[in-house]
């Protein structure tokens, strides 16, 4: 059974810095591309980053290119994500997600796994 599983979320003041965990139980994590996303209350689930299965390529949506960074350990099975200089309009739940291939994608429907999301909320 695949299962994601996101930590790491909470509160914290605009300008301010999280790190998002996601832990894999996939036998074969680390041959998945993986992937997070944010949905804000009456939003669509919007593309934030992903990475290939090595590590060695990523790609991130322009509104948090230079200040988030993802990351993978597939020693851990985990994918991570450091979030930098926050801002109040990216509160949002945030879902980690993988899918059967190596290569990544910025589409939600690219994606065949979920996790249950983890709470971000910027603000003062």
């Known amino acids: 059974q695949v299962q994601l599983v996101e930590s790491g979320g909470g509160l914290v003041q605009p300008g301010g810095s999280l790190k998002l965990s996601c832990a894999a139980s996939v036998r074969t994590f680390g041959a998945c591309a993986m992937g997070w996303f944010r949905q804000a209350p009456g939003t669509e689930r919007e593309f934030v980053a992903a990475?290939?299965?090595?590590?060695?390529?990523?790609n991130y949506a322009d509104s948090v290119k230079g200040r988030f960074t993802i990351s993978r350990d597939n020693a851990k099975n985990s994918v991570y994500l450091q979030m930098n200089s926050l801002k109040p309009e990216e509160t949002a739940v945030y879902y980690c997600?993988?899918?059967?291939?190596?290569?990544?994608?910025?589409?939600?429907?690219?994606?065949?796994?979920w996790g249950q999301g983890t709470q971000v909320t910027v603000s003062s």
């Open positions: 990475i290939n299965w090595s590590g060695a390529g990523t």
């Open positions: 997600a993988g899918r059967w291939v190596s290569w990544t994608t910025a589409t939600v429907a690219g994606y065949d796994y």
